[in-house]
């Protein structure tokens, strides 16, 4: 039980009760309310965590990102999207195997962990080495993090060895799929996840889609990030990205639309329309000069929206409570408008439309009786934040990583007191810097890891 907090529920009332408590048992949130819990409750339980100063909210969802790219920080500080896969990320993703692959996928979970988020979606495209998806599911269940893996796929256009065919990626997703899908009480999901329209063929992208349909899973995919990727759809196809999904007839609502930049109306409506999902990544996109989403107009038309940080190579952290605050500050700047995002749409968009992105909307995203025990602890007593005058300006503006306390995940706690449970972290960092380098000098990237 955790007592004595203010209570950030994020359900569709958004009701806080502060001070508040809520009562976990197993891997389920058995009770909220406001006050002091009663104390038949505060006997039953084998541990009490004392919130007073602090907010629990539930787990956050970092939508989209590429857990490999923790190797890649800062490489591309300078550099277009376009211009930093041909320099940077294709030179080094082709000397990862499964043991790199697992070592920067386990950094960049403790990262998502410590910066409040529990539920991760990772598109992961690499698979030079076929074990790298086991490498990076076995991360994930080693953590104990909520996790779906994306299985990333481009069959065209590409870095030719990164590229596969339809048929390559449906049966090497399937093997993993075999063994991971729905692992440690549905903590580990698969889906499939096309890389980029330009890089996929309509019958790969038909192929594909209707594979994970025969699932029950979702589809994944970059859209229209940037200008110049749609107007190389316009050249080739005459059709921007919405459109071209949509003349493909597999439009729908397990679709998971990152980035969602370069959208016209028609392709606004299409979203709605068919009820997709659009994954914004505002720091990310802020750092390559993308440019800005249409988050309001989404919005206004009912379209969910998610949030994410990306991968750390195109924006070189993870970190999700600076995704809440960029995500606000964004729209206000762009449409010189104070009111246009306020903090409780940003925590909705992380927390409700992440549930919805990672496919458990009924199970996470709020701290609501019978829903997972996935909730974040934030320390609130600090002079960045102190005084508190509303939690979720507190939350969205204050807060950074250093300020969460506990995470708990399946009602396992992960985070105690700020410390992981499950590894040695800097024994952990040591090894990823030695993987690292070794993956850099191999590729002929000056990483100055050393430096």
Request: proline share 4%.
């Amino acid at each position: 039980m955790i007592e004595g907090a203010a209570v950030v529920t994020v359900d569709d009332e958004f009701t806080i009760f502060d001070p508040g408590w809520i009562h976990v048992v197993a891997d389920r949130i058995e009770a909220v309310g406001a006050g002091s819990a009663p104390d038949a409750v505060r006997k039953s339980v084998g541990r009490v965590i004392d919130g007073h100063g602090s907010a629990v909210m539930p787990g956050m969802t970092n939508s989209h990102t590429h857990l490999f790219q923790t190797f890649f920080r800062g490489l591309a500080d300078d550099k277009p999207l376009l211009e930093w896969l041909e320099t940077c990320i294709w030179p080094g993703a082709v000397h990862l195997d499964r043991e790199s692959a697992r070592l920067a996928a386990t950094v960049g979970l403790i990262e998502n962990l410590r910066s409040g988020a529990t539920s991760v979606i990772d598109h992961q495209y690499v698979h030079i080495d076929e074990e790298i998806d086991d490498g990076v599911c076995s991360a994930a269940d080693q953590i104990g993090i909520r996790f779906l893996l994306a299985s990333g796929w481009a069959d065209r256009n590409y870095n030719p060895a990164l590229s596969e065919s339809a048929d390559t990626v449906i049966e090497r997703t399937r093997r993993v799929r075999d063994r991971w899908h729905g692992h440690d009480n549905e903590r580990i999901r698969i889906e499939l996840a096309p890389l980029i329209p330009w890089g996929c063929s309509d019958e790969a992208m038909r192929a594909t889609v209707g594979e994970a349909r025969s699932w029950g899973a979702g589809t994944h995919i970059h859209c229209a990030e940037t200008s110049t990727e749609v107007e190389m759809s316009l050249d080739e196809r005459g059709l921007r990205h919405i459109e071209w999904l949509e003349e493909l007839g597999l439009l729908g609502p397990d679709f998971q639309l990152a980035h969602s930049v370069w959208l016209d109306d028609n392709e606004l409506d299409l979203i709605a329309k068919h009820d997709a999902v659009v994954v914004h990544c505002p720091v990310s996109n802020m750092y390559l000069a993308s440019g800005v989403a249409r988050i309001l107009d989404m919005r206004s038309r009912g379209i969910t929206v998610a949030l994410a940080s990306d991968g750390p190579g195109s924006n070189n952290r993870q970190d999700m409570f600076e995704t809440l605050k960029a995500t606000v500050l964004l729209q206000k700047i762009h449409h010189l408008d104070a009111m246009a995002l306020q903090p409780q749409d940003s925590l909705h968009m992380a927390c409700r439309g992440g549930s919805r992105a990672f496919g458990t909307p009924t199970m996470t995203g709020s701290l609501e009786v019978g829903k997972k025990a996935d909730l974040v602890v934030v320390d609130l007593e600090s002079v960045f934040i102190a005084p508190v005058h509303r939690v979720p300006s507190a939350l969205v503006f204050n807060a950074t990583p250093a300020d969460v306390s506990h995470v708990v995940v399946d009602g396992r706690i992960l985070i105690d007191d700020g410390t992981v449970t499950m590894l040695d972290e800097l024994a952990l960092l040591a090894a990823a810097k030695t993987s690292a380098t070794s993956v850099f000098t191999k590729a002929g990237v000056d990483s100055r890891l050393t430096r």
